[in-house]
């Protein structure tokens, strides 16, 4: 939201540079996004009038006005805009002046006509980003005038709100909390605020409104102001909700917006003319059809809260108002509307519908109630002041206004442990106090209790005023931890280790890593039994926890499909959430389809698909697993995935794979990741570079069918010499020519490192041991030994 620092000065002293300002702000969590200059600083720029006006002669776009510049000579300028009549005031930028962008103003003919000056659009002289027109002034305004006297210089601060300080979305809010912050003194209220003298206040009374909806409307007030004159806004007030970079309408909708961005309450006024019978506030029945101010129509549905009168909706509740009601240049009379809306309500509406606006930014995050009569209030007075009306002597309301938020307790012992540092009670209960916030009550003990303002909602918990307390007494005065200290390796860590680990040797085998929604939709509800839906779902894509990452992972390999991609190798590390209690399961998930390598070997001439072994090659950075053929719906090829004794997931061959688009096999597996993490070793060892050399001789054997490569691997290994470095399968052929005969063997050679870290081997002894592996090879696998 934009702020203007004029007007925050008008409640609070400032501090002494925008910098600093900026600094104060952003320290106590109200972040500066952007500082902006505005005003129109410039010379020879004047209020002129319009005095005629006539098309130009060679220009069918063009106009040749006459003006008056309070010098007593008329001006002829040449004009583009089409916006303004006769007789209004507007800004005349005079030869020799300069404008923003360095546009620079000098007497010429345009189109065989002379100009002497240039007629200004607000967004030329800076005060606003309407570009469309002539910014026509006040009638009002003393023809002559320097412009910059009407829109004197500014800075505009853009602010980044967070949605829980909803008490923040208003010059008053802020400027309440930069009082808090600073200890200053808040003149906010005693200036803004309307009395609540007998005298000054009118009476309330309940008739003439009905709320149907008290859930989603707690409370409704509307104010019946007469005798209303339409027209342009004030110098003052126009310059002000235009700095904002809210666009003039007219009197009374300015003042209507003017007191949004003053005092946090939107308000809405209605040409109580054009209203039939009493106000009912309700749900919208279902396909109701509503034309808005905007000029569109929307489709409501039962969950949308509407005003409506005896035989229309006029409003959409909190978000906006209709055309058929709305003020118009012809509105004699004006009902005045205040009320406080659901924040959930109003929230759903406005993204039901696409239709946020600035009050529903508001009221989503929730106003004051404490603010909509005194709101009214000022609204009302603002009104009769611009437009010459006279304000009803009683104010029509229904409901009740929501109660105050519960009291919150403070144990001064608790804020010195979470804070770190000791802070006084009495400086504690200062700076709760500079927040509006009140004692309820005081025990005995170390600890107190506060009554919170109903501004902040926010405050529900003995940390929420700790978080008050660190704000205003300076997170920059608690020093910082002792970094240097050893901090041992926590579960977290190893975690995180092993998560990084595992992604780094995934991405190295050239698979790519996604990330998908922890939300499943409606149609998948079905495959995950038991999934846990969510009460208020963003829509029908999100409304269940997940339960397996393998539906967000086929979503993301039919997008890549459809985007033409050949080769298709993703994974995903993620929670899943285990029915009924929720509980959370990191698991890991891969998917792959299409072409093992994007591009064409060259050295073949066929491209071979990714199959099973690719699938269990990905995995095998993890480990060493056992895979279990088993069967499931769904799969043409599917085993179960041991991890030594453990069932750790599944993975196979899909069997139906047109619904996503595939051409190709869709293999897939899951495993959980806790049981791995737990085992595997986080602390790195070294080792001393080889010094002697390696020694490799070859074994190659034949084999029957029946017999594994972890069987060989196994045997060797059981002979427990110690010159045997490694083993590795370099060589496997067998004939395949589709009989499985009894007598059929299997090929395979093996190269054998044998290395002492002391000496350098002799070949006797290489060929010694290598002899004993051989006969163990013969004896215990059958193995023939080719020589």
């Given amino acids: 939201m934009k702020f203007s620092v004029n007007w925050l000065r008008e409640f609070v002293e400032l501090p002494p540079s925008i910098d600093a300002l900026a600094e104060l702000l952003t320290m106590s969590g109200v972040e500066i996004e952007g500082i902006q200059k505005r005003g129109a ?21 063009l106009t040749v006005c006459v003006v008056d510049d309070g010098t007593g000579t008329k001006r002829q300028i040449v004009c583009g805009a089409k916006n303004y009549r006769v007789g209004d005031k507007v800004p005349l930028a005079l030869p020799g002046a300069e404008l923003t962008g360095g546009l620079k103003i000098r007497a010429s003919k345009l189109r065989g006509v002379e100009s002497e000056g240039m007629l200004c659009s607000a967004k030329e002289l800076g005060v606003a980003e309407d570009a469309a027109g002539l910014l026509i002034l006040s009638p009002e305004a003393k023809i002559g005038t320097p412009i910059r006297d009407l829109f004197p210089l500014d800075t505009i601060l853009d602010v980044e709100i967070t949605p829980n300080r909803g008490d923040l979305l208003s010059h008053f809010g802020l400027a309440r909390e930069i009082a808090a912050l600073t200890n200053k003194r808040f003149v906010g209220q005693a200036l803004r605020l309307p009395s ?34 339409i027209g342009p806004s004030p110098d003052w007030l126009r310059a002000k909700i235009e700095s904002i970079g ?34 009912n506030v309700r749900l919208a029945h279902e396909a109701e059809e509503f034309l808005a101010l905007d000029g569109k129509t929307y489709e409501l549905t039962r969950e949308n809260l509407v005003i409506a009168d005896g035989e229309r909706t006029v409003g959409i509740a909190g978000v906006m108002g209709g055309e058929e009601s709305g003020v118009t240049d012809s509105t004699k009379n004006v009902l005045l509307e205040s009320a406080y809306f659901l ?9 039901d519908l696409n239709l946020p606006s600035d009050a529903s930014y508001r009221f989503e995050r929730g106003v004051d109630p404490q603010m909509i009569l005194a709101a009214s209030r000022r609204a009302a007075a603002l009104i009769c002041k611009v ?10 309301v229904a409901g009740e206004l929501p109660p105050d938020p519960p009291d919150v307790s403070l144990r001064y012992e608790g804020l010195d442990q979470l804070v770190g540092i000791h802070i006084q009670p009495t400086t504690a209960d200062t700076i709760l106090t500079r927040f509006g916030l009140s004692k309820s009550r005081s025990d005995s003990t170390p600890q107190s209790h506060w009554k919170i303002p109903s501004h902040r909602r926010d405050l529900q918990r003995e940390v929420d005023l700790i978080e008050e307390i660190i704000r205003a007494h300076g997170i920059e005065k608690i020093p910082s931890a002792d970094r240097s200290r050893f901090t041992p390796l926590s579960e977290a860590d190893r975690n995180f280790d092993f998560e990084t680990k595992l992604r780094r040797d995934l991405i190295a085998i050239a698979l790519t890593e996604a990330r998908t929604s922890s939300l499943i939709a409606r149609s998948e509800l079905a495959k995950a039994t038991g999934a846990i839906e969510l009460r208020n779902p963003l829509s029908e894509d999100h409304v269940a926890l997940r339960t397996s990452l393998i539906a967000g992972l086929l979503g993301a390999v039919a997008r ?18 285990s029915p009924p209690t929720g509980e959370q399961q990191r698991k890991l998930a891969i998917a792959l389809c299409g072409q093992a390598a994007s591009v064409k070997d060259w050295r073949s001439a066929k491209k071979r698909q990714l199959d099973f072994f690719d699938l269990k090659g990905a995995l095998n ?17 599917m085993a179960e995935i041991f991890y030594k004794t453990d069932r750790i997931g599944y993975g196979g061959q899909l069997s139906a794979t047109t619904s996503i688009g595939a051409n190709a096999p869709v293999l897939i597996a899951e495993i959980d990741l806790k049981r791995i993490a737990q085992a595997k070793e986080y602390t790195q060892t070294f080792k001393e570079m080889d010094r002697y050399p390696e020694v490799t001789r070859d074994v190659a054997m034949f084999v029957g069918l029946q017999v594994t490569h972890a069987e060989i691997l196994a045997s060797i290994a059981s002979a427990n010499e110690p010159l045997l470095e490694k083993v590795e399968l370099f060589d496997l052929f067998m004939e395949n020519d589709g009989q499985k005969k009894p007598d059929m063997k299997k090929s395979l050679a093996y190269s054998l490192t044998y290395r002492d870290k002391n000496r350098t081997l002799t070949s006797e002894e290489v060929s010694a041991v290598h002899a004993r592996i051989r006969e163990r090879l013969r004896n215990e696998i059958g193995a023939e030994l080719r020589e």
């Fill in 560 to 577: 890549n499909i459809r985007a033409g991609a050949e080769r298709i190798a993703l994974f995903e590390i993620g929670n899943t959430f």
């Fill in 621 to 637: 950075v993890l480990g060493t697993f056992e895979f279990r053929r088993s069967k499931q719906s769904g799969f043409v090829l």
């Fill in 343 to 351: 924040p959930a309500s109003i929230r759903r509406t406005a993204r």
């Fill in 196 to 229: 609540k003298a007998a005298g000054d206040a009118p009476a309330l009374q309940k008739k003439g409104i009905k709320i149907s909806a008290l859930r989603e409307c707690p409370f409704y007030s509307a104010r019946r102001i007469e005798n209303v004159k």
């Fill in 246 to 279: 809210i666009r003039s309408i007219n009197n009374v909708v300015d003042v209507s917006n003017f007191v949004m961005l003053e005092l946090g309450q939107p308000t809405h006024a209605f040409d109580a003319d054009k209203l039939r019978g009493e106000i």
């Fill in 41 to 61: 600083d410039f010379d020879k720029v004047v209020v002129a009038q319009i005095m005629d006006s006539k098309p130009h002669p060679n220009a069918d776009r």
């Fill in 387 to 396: 437009a010459g009306a006279t304000s009803a002597a009683t104010i029509g």
